[in-house]
């Protein structure tokens, strides 16, 4: 599949999936505190989903058990929502979750402090906000695709954190994962040209420590190789034949730059 460009029809469609996306990551986020489970979580993100008429697009996907993904701490992405895991003060969570929306797609991750984390920590998770608005500062047409990976690692590299390397960001629209990979580091050449009408899931996944990651046993938890904390923060974007537009983020966000 090439990657494709989006009709004026799809694109009201995926800007919709995306005002969506980001009311439910909006209200998510308020029910993040020491005592809540990451089943908890989940159950309210798939309530807020069907409660906009929309379909969880994570819950089956290849297998996958649940509507939001839950990471915890070490836990990079794609961690499982479980009645067993209660967040406690100090936490570090990532929240991962997408809709479809009359068969559009919108994939958006936000990461957040439990109660008061420390001062590292929080550095780790504004450095990793903030280095997808470098990268979609490139997002242009007239740029290349890795244009956003390499702006995305010359962001994150001065504080010599990792970048994951085993998991990229994704082209988007009726399916959740299309052409083309977005890296999230620097590759060979420039990549594809930058269109209007791209949809793109720009998703810089970082560590305190070491790139490396593994997954566990349950097929699908990634975390990081040594154990130290990781973040993520993901938008789903539309090219134009101006600034990009960020669908899946609030008009009013405080994450805005
Ligand atoms: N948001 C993830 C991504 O960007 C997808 C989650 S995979 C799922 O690729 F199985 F959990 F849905
Ligand atoms: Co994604």
Redesign the pocket.
């Known amino acids: 599949m090439p990657v494709t460009i989006k009709s004026k029809r799809e694109i009201e469609r995926m800007r919709e999936a995306g005002k969506i996306l980001a009311a439910v990551h909006d209200e998510l986020k308020r029910f993040i505190q020491p005592g809540i489970s990451t089943k908890e979580i989940d159950q309210k993100g798939e309530e807020l989903i069907r409660g906009y008429g929309c379909i969880p697009?994570?819950?089956g996907?290849?297998?996958?058990p649940?509507s939001v993904?839950v990471s915890v701490n070490d836990e990079v992405?794609?961690g499982i929502p479980s009645s067993q895991r209660i967040l406690k003060e100090g936490d570090v969570v990532s929240l991962?979750?997408?809709v479809i929306y009359e068969g559009w797609q919108s994939?958006a991750?936000r990461t957040y402090g439990v109660g008061t984390i420390s001062e590292e920590k929080s550095k780790l998770i504004e450095v990793t906000r903030k280095s997808f608005f470098a990268g979609i500062a490139c997002a242009k047409p007239g740029n290349h695709l890795y244009d956003i990976s390499k702006a995305i690692q010359s962001y994150v590299k001065p504080y010599g954190y990792g970048i994951v390397k085993d998991?990229c960001?994704?082209g988007i629209g009726s399916s959740?994962?299309e052409e083309p990979m977005i890296p999230n580091y620097k590759k060979f050449g420039r990549g594809i040209l930058l269109k209007p009408g791209m949809t793109l899931?720009i998703?810089p996944m970082i560590n305190l420590g070491t790139w490396k990651v593994a997954w566990l046993d349950d097929g699908?938890t990634v975390v990081t190789m040594d154990g130290s904390i990781s973040a993520h923060y993901?938008n789903t974007i539309l090219i134009t034949d101006g600034e990009p537009e960020i669908l899946s983020l609030s008009e009013d966000s405080e994450d805005r730059i």
């Open positions: 697009s994570f819950l996907y290849e297998g996958y649940a993904c992405v794609h991962d979750t997408g994939d991750a998991l960001g994704h959740m994962h899931a998703e699908w993901e």
